[in-house]
């Protein structure tokens, strides 16, 4: 999935774990039944539809008195982006026994940010918004004869965007190239993927400035944040290209207060020479904000 592509209910997606399509075991008993993956997608950070080689990763364990980890962020690829999944290396039998599996799902796939489980987010880098929109699913159950499994993927971190068009002594072409812009913002932060259900944790280093993903014409501009327990220092910051003006904005000036987990913010803004007008609206994940923001203020 590409960011340059560009939630009343909680983001989900299913992903069903089918053997056999679900018929009566034919084969005999000690006989390896591999996992077959499909995934259906109602929401995502950008579209509908998965796209080619998109990569979820799965844990499995057995459900003994002190669970054994069976699987370990196995790579299941949707090579031709129709939410079939199929392994990439390792593929995932149900045990011959009879017995159970649990499984947890993520979703972006990695092997470099991730260590014994924990998943290390990092939000710095926004020209690349689906490689940081970690996902995750509640532990499900499989075994041979039950072996469809439905995961409900939630987004664990938070989405802003930004839709710009000129007032007041502005045109068009004057936001073209504008460089957009969050302050105050903690960019690492750790999730335990066998836990899903679990928050993400937020590190506490210096603050730093975000710097979105815009469109080139300046219409637009996305990022996704990390959840924060405020708005304390926090504004968005336009400039544009020539370097005429720019422009701050407090976001403890909008009815939310704080940036929360699976939410989306949505800011319409006009963006006039002496201010910027800020209206929001809810669409998509988990609504965030309110309806309605305030004026900012031109220096």
């Keep these: 999935m590409k960011a340059t592509k560009i939630y009343p209910v909680a983001a989900l997606l299913a992903l069903s774990l089918a053997a056999c399509n679900n018929e009566e075991i034919t084969t005999t008993p000690d006989a390896r039944v591999a996992l077959q993956v499909t995934g259906g997608i109602q ?46 290396g390792t593929t995932i039998y149900l045990p011959t026994d009879g017995s159970s599996l649990d499984f947890v799902v993520y979703y972006p796939y990695t092997t470099t940010a991730m260590t014994d489980g924990v998943y290390i987010v990092n939000v710095t880098d926004q020209s690349d918004l689906s490689a940081i929109d970690l996902m995750a699913a509640s532990k499900q159950t499989g075994n041979r004869i039950e072996n469809t499994v439905t995961f409900n993927f939630v987004h664990k971190l938070s989405k802003v965007i930004f839709t710009f068009k000129p007032g007041d002594g502005m045109t068009d072409t004057e936001l073209a190239g504008m460089t957009v812009q969050l302050t105050n913002q903690q960019t690492l932060a750790t999730f335990d993927v066998t836990q899903p259900d679990g928050e993400v944790v937020v590190g506490t280093n210096t603050p730093a400035t975000l710097t979105l993903n815009t469109a080139a ?33 407090d976001l403890n000036n909008s009815i939310a207060d704080k940036f929360e987990a699976g939410k989306k913010y949505v800011y319409d803004i006009t963006v006039n ?20 923001g305030e004026q900012g203020e031109a220096f």
């Design 43 to 88: 929401t995502r950070a950008y579209d509908a539809t998965w796209e080619a080689n998109d990569e979820i990763g799965i844990f499995g364990f057995t459900q003994e008195d002190a669970p054994a980890q069976a699987y370990s962020n196995v790579r299941y690829v949707t090579t031709g982006g129709n939410g079939t999944f199929t392994p990439d």
């Design 217 to 249: 014409d300046g219409s637009s501009s996305e990022g996704i944040v990390l959840p924060s327990s405020d708005f304390s220092g926090m504004t968005l910051h336009l400039e544009l290209s020539d370097g005429s003006s720019f422009f701050n904005w």
């Design 273 to 292: 020479r002496t201010g910027l007008g800020v209206t929001s609206t809810i669409e998509d994940w988990t609504p965030g904000n309110g309806e309605n």
